[in-house]
């Protein structure tokens, strides 16, 4: 059982949150979310050997627990998502693979500015690329974005607003020289003026239908909540630990990583790294793919990726960090 006696388990509210579990070297090892936080770790407390293989293997390990209350159980499940990929501890199991972040692309050209959802740049164009955290919902964040700044300009017609936002190809928008400057503001989280101006404009508007102004209002909620969760948080974690202007997606998740570790006070140097270590050793030595997969599984080695036994495509992944010469084609087997 893992060590949480009933006084710790009191000051646990029974509320919706995150929890993380330790080992005792601080080490994090899983995340997990909650709607009752209180009832979660008690459940952990109070199981008994031999239910769960997986299970008993990290109990085995785990020395304390932490929990961070949120607002809602929706909440606690988007901190939980952004946490598992930022940090990917050794016995999560979903959202874990290492996972393209998206962006908001944007090249502008001939006084008009395309957007588009993005998780690597156009070689063919200059674009900004802006990364936010999974938290911000990005796609629905430019959807907003983009329909509301065509609605704020110059009375246009309803039947002339951008649709399919988030195709690949993006869409191009005519932006006004003042809402420019106050756009880049917004996506670097320097300034929500963008958002006050779109809602008194937009909202202003007297050739519009109950059910446009609806859809409208949904949209600034929407558009709010993206800035909140993903300029402004960017900018904050900018602020605390260096830096200015759009992050590219490892820049972001060094920028979590860095968030979390101070926030919550964790330590994410677990022994995944070393297993990875284990991995290069051994293809050095000339070990084959399913030599190592076996070496691996032997031992116990956690994989970076999620608990359970280790697979050829994870040590090839792992590989690939370290360049062609640790991928030798000798050995692999499907």
């Not at 936002?165 to 963008?194: D, Y």
């Amino acid at each position: 059982m893992i060590p949480l006696g009933e006084a710790f388990l009191k000051e646990v509210p029974a509320r919706p949150g995150i929890y993380l579990m330790l080992s005792e070297q601080g080490d994090l090892l899983y995340v997990g979310k909650a709607k009752n936080l209180r009832a979660r770790l008690r459940f952990y407390a109070r199981l008994k050997p031999g239910e769960d293989d997986r299970l008993d293997r990290m109990v085995a390990a785990v020395r304390t627990a932490r929990w961070k209350e949120c607002r809602t159980e929706a909440d606690a499940l988007r901190r939980e998502t952004e946490l598992i990929r930022s940090l990917r501890p050794p016995y999560n199991t979903t959202h874990a693979q290492l996972s393209k972040c998206l962006a908001i692309a944007i090249a502008e050209r001939d006084g008009r500015i395309r957007f588009r959802l993005a998780s690597e740049p156009n070689t063919q164009t200059q674009e900004l690329m802006y990364f936010y955290p999974f938290a911000a919902s990005t796609p629905s964040g430019l959807t907003a974005l983009v329909r509301l700044l065509f609605m704020a300009q110059a009375r246009p017609s309803v039947r002339d607003a951008p649709a399919n936002v988030t195709r690949s190809s993006g869409c191009e928008l005519k932006v006004a020289a003042n809402l420019r400057g106050m756009l880049f503001s917004f996506l670097e989280g320097r300034s929500p003026r963008l958002l006050h101006l779109i809602e008194r404009e937009v909202l202003g508007r007297r050739d519009l239908d109950d059910v446009r102004l609806l859809s409208m209002a949904k949209d600034l909620k929407h558009l709010g909540g993206f800035y909140r969760n993903g300029p402004r948080a960017v900018r904050r974690l900018q602020l605390i630990c260096g830096g200015s202007g759009p992050v590219s997606a490892a820049e972001l998740t060094r920028l979590l990583v860095t968030g979390y570790e101070g926030e919550i006070g964790l330590n994410v140097q677990h022994d995944a790294r070393t297993a990875e270590e284990q991995i290069v050793a051994y293809r050095g030595l000339g070990a084959g793919i399913a030599e190592i997969v076996t070496r691996l599984n032997h031992s116990g080695a956690p994989r970076p990726m999620g608990s359970g036994r280790w697979r050829p495509a994870d040590v090839l992944e792992v590989l690939a960090k370290y360049g062609p010469e640790s991928q030798r084609s000798d050995g692999i087997v499907g």
